[in-house]
């Protein structure tokens, strides 16, 4: 949302108390009195919420439906909003008195923070502060451009796959094809492609995380989609990259 030419920050709770829902109003507005505040009390009508608008912050209560024996439907709206590219890194904030469902959380959903029920209104507009200052991970595709003898390159970065990159040159993957290119060092070539979609898993590898298909850890290999193969996962790189493809 716009006002005036500025960009309103906007926050969706999701939860079915309606005293709770007033209370997390309550302390989104406090910490600053011009954030849009939405409000859904189930995951369809969050959903839609989300479709429509412009969400930088989402509270969800992990029980929606807690006459339904086991719910964890805002469990269920966070994976199924987390599918949404443009809601892949924007924080959110669980409440919930289900302890069993904080690892799953962070781990799997990228969650910022997790409030326990009764929650204490001080460390929440802590935590919404926070949240909300948080910068979001560069994912967007654009245009990187390649030279060689002479001629320029354009290729979207949504369609690089990976880079090996040795002393003797590098080796681009495409969708539709590699290009062979001199030597940079990787920490020149990822600052060149300023996206959080690709992690350096080797020494001398660069693979975009959308085309990873699998990852065994034991045997520290990545296999790729469409059959472009497997890359190693480097001793020394191994503990950083299984961190950033988690988002940690």
């Known amino acids: ?56 912050l989402f ?6 439906e807690p ?7 805002g469990m269920r709206f966070a994976n199924r909003i987390r599918l949404v590219e443009k809601y892949r890194f924007v924080p959110m904030i669980f409440i919930t008195a289900l302890e069993d469902a904080q690892l799953y959380a962070y781990s799997n959903l990228h969650c910022y923070y997790y409030l326990e029920k009764p929650f204490d209104a001080k460390k929440a507009r802590q935590v919404i502060t926070e ?4 910068p979001l991970k560069k994912n967007s ?10 001629i320029i390159f354009k290729k979207d970065i949504s369609e690089e796959v990976y880079i090996e990159n040795v002393r003797s040159g590098q080796t681009v993957c495409f969708v539709d094809g590699k290009l062979k290119l001199q030597y ?23 693979v975009n995380r959308d ?14 989609k469409d ?22």
């Open 131 to 134: 949240a909300l200052e948080m």
């Open 184 to 206: 940079k060092p990787s920490k020149v070539i990822l600052e060149e492609l300023d996206s959080d979609k690709f992690l350096q898993c080797s020494r001398y590898a660069i």
């Open 1 to 56: 949302m716009r006002k005036e030419g500025i960009t309103m920050r906007t926050v969706l709770i999701i939860e079915d108390n309606a005293a709770s829902m007033e209370m997390l109003a309550k302390i989104v507005n406090e910490v600053d009195p011009e954030i849009v505040v939405h409000r859904a009390v189930n995951q369809n009508e969050a959903y839609a919420h989300a479709m429509r608008l412009s969400i930088d």
């Open 67 to 73: 006459k339904n024996p086991g719910d964890v439907s």
């Open 141 to 150: 595709s654009h245009d990187v451009f390649f030279r060689k003898d002479g």
């Open 227 to 248: 059959n472009f193969g497997q890359l190693e996962i480097g001793i020394s790189f191994k503990k950083k990259f299984i961190e950033a493809l988690k988002g940690n």
């Open 211 to 224: 085309f990873i298909e699998a990852i065994d850890i034991v045997n520290r290999y990545i296999e790729l």
């Open 59 to 64: 509270l969800i209560d992990i029980i929606l």
